[in-house]
């Protein structure tokens, strides 16, 4: 038997992280690296993806960057061929890539009011093919080479807007508008769910573990209302910082999860525990 520090090694693993250059992204690569594994930022942004992998290098991870669009078949398949061509093999895959409406600063004033009523079909839909389509196919391709491989493990990130609907009034601004966390970061990270159990359970008998990471809000330079009206809401009496997922992927990405699969590991300061 292995020691506890040994199961949670991922040395001589190949991770690959969509969304890699995204917020959670660069985490996620990051930790990954840190326990080990070698990691490809694949991110739609390439310059970002690049960067990140520059700093990964930097600190002695073996690391690349690779351009993907998830919702592209084609892309997808090269995301695959690239790093198989790079490291000889592929052992993880995090769906980090997603659309998210964020409440921050930069994008506050970028947000329409998001109401049910008038929610643009085309919003919907593009929301539709990057959160659920694009975690399908990415998950579909990389699921290829780990069934070539006899290895493999997918985590899925989801949200506590999968699990519950949003506190709407958290969105309320101070001047009294009325902004909304759109309906498709609820459906779709609830799909993401369905999607997790139903790989799970396809791939029984098989060496593919797919769990489920559902984070909290994580503190990215909000407004002090927001993050008021937030901390009230959760157990923890706060926002996650960047860094408090890191455990939780490392852990679901490793050995130290053998016996998990088809589980969602809920990482949100007792958000959902009310």
């Not at 990389?142 to 997918?154: D, E, F, I, P, T």
């Amino acid at each position: 038997m292995s020691t506890i520090m040994e199961k949670f090694s991922l040395e001589d693993r190949i991770a690959v992280v969509t969304g890699g250059a995204g917020l959670l992204g660069k985490q996620f690569s990051r930790a990954l690296g840190e326990a080990g594994a070698g990691v490809v930022v694949a991110d739609i942004n390439f310059e970002s993806a690049q960067e990140q992998a520059d700093q990964l290098r930097a600190d002695g991870i073996q690391a690349i960057a690779i351009q993907v669009d998830i919702t592209d078949l084609d892309s997808v398949n090269n995301m695959v061929e690239s790093c198989v061509g790079h490291f000889g093999r592929l052992d993880i895959l995090v769906n980090s890539a997603a659309l998210d409406p964020k409440f921050d600063p930069d994008n506050i004033q970028a947000q329409s009011s998001n109401a049910f009523e008038t929610y643009p079909l085309e919003t919907w839909k593009n929301a539709m093919d990057v959160n659920l389509t694009g975690t399908f196919l990415a998950t579909q391709a990389c699921a290829k080479q780990m069934l070539a491989q006899n290895y493999g493990v997918v985590i899925n990130i989801c949200s506590t807007y999968g699990l519950a609907g949003p506190d709407q009034r958290l969105y309320e601004r101070p001047d009294g508008s009325q902004q909304y966390k759109p309906v498709y970061y609820t459906v779709t990270k609830a799909g993401i769910l369905g999607l997790t159990r139903y790989l799970a359970t396809y791939y029984a008998g098989k060496p593919i573990r797919v769990n489920a990471l559902t984070p909290g809000g994580i503190y990215n330079q909000h407004d002090e209302a927001f993050v008021k009206k937030y901390a009230a809401r959760t157990v923890m009496g706060r926002m996650a910082h960047l860094d408090e997922m890191n455990g939780a992927v490392v852990f679901l990405a490793s050995e130290a999860s053998s016996y998990m699969t088809g589980s969602n590991l809920v990482v949100d300061g007792g958000w959902t525990a009310w």
